[in-house]
């Protein structure tokens, strides 16, 4: 599988032209599993989107890994089930400075996903470029512009014609969307939040897409069958005839000379 991980990812960044490592991530159900491959930096204090823009930008020690206790980030070890969400989570307290009271705040919170809601089911993750994951990841997060994200979502809709549909909330993107991937399979596209903007380095033109990992040779099939018509970069149709203002334009008087 690891090998068909770096076939994957050369596929993908050679239709998409990615500025960027797609990202692999791995939910860890024991934190010592972090210790098993000497491969993995083990980071003491981070965040889900500390750790993606490391497996993006870094040239070296790009495979992180951090145990529950080194996520930093409430939403991010709530959503990863790092922790059994809580309730200052679940009453929506933390977003009080993002909405007009308490119920807006709770029904915000209620809109994002979370596997902590169903207890703390992991104690870890691992986060690297895809291709090179030590592990088999459980999710795939790939930075895009609108356009690429586009070439994306036709790609998965060839299998079966299924919509990518998604709930954007502004807060927990990364997190929220990997929960979804891992709980029900789902392919998302998000913006990013403003965590993933701070310690994520993601730039204003970007987007998330978030998806399970077993869905690689599903979107891989998609955009080699696509390609004929929706090759990305998006070539403009060009044949139509062009119209100049009157004073721009050659006077046939002047193609006589």
Not at 23 to 34: D, F, H, S
Not at 43 to 69: H, K, N, W
Not at 89 to 112: C, N, R, W, Y
Not at 153 to 159: G, M, Q, R, S, T
Request: charged share 20%.
């Amino acid at each position: 599988m690891f090998q068909d991980l770096e076939l994957y990812t050369a596929e993908l960044k050679r239709c998409m032209s990615l500025s960027s490592n797609p990202v692999g991530i791995k939910l860890l159900t024991k934190a010592n599993e972090l210790v098993d491959n000497p491969d993995i930096r083990i980071l003491t204090s981070t965040a889900p989107c500390q750790m993606a823009a490391i497996a993006r930008y870094d040239r070296e020690d790009t495979v992180v890994g951090a145990s529950a206790r080194a996520i930093k980030c409430l939403w991010g070890a709530a959503c990863f089930g790092m922790i059994r969400t809580p309730q200052r989570l679940i009453d929506g307290t933390p977003l009080l400075p993002f909405v007009k009271d308490e119920a807006s705040a709770k029904k915000l919170h209620q809109s994002m996903s979370m596997l902590g809601d169903h207890g703390a089911k992991y104690a870890g993750a691992i986060i690297g470029p895809l291709n090179r994951m030590p592990v088999q990841p459980d999710a795939v997060v790939i930075y895009l512009n609108p356009a690429q994200a586009l070439r994306l979502i036709i790609a998965f809709a060839y299998k079966d014609g299924e919509a990518v549909t998604s709930v954007m909330t502004g807060q927990a993107s990364l997190c929220s969307a990997v929960a979804l991937a891992v709980e029900e399979g789902r392919i998302t596209i998000d913006i990013p939040c403003m965590g993933d903007r701070t310690y994520g380095l993601v730039q204003e033109h970007e987007l998330l897409m978030a998806f399970p990992a077993s869905k690689l040779p599903e979107l891989i099939e998609g955009v080699k069958m696509t390609e004929s018509v929706a090759a990305y970069p998006y070539g403009p149709f060009l044949r139509w005839p062009v119209i100049f203002p009157p004073n721009f334009e050659t006077r046939l008087s002047e193609l006589d000379k």
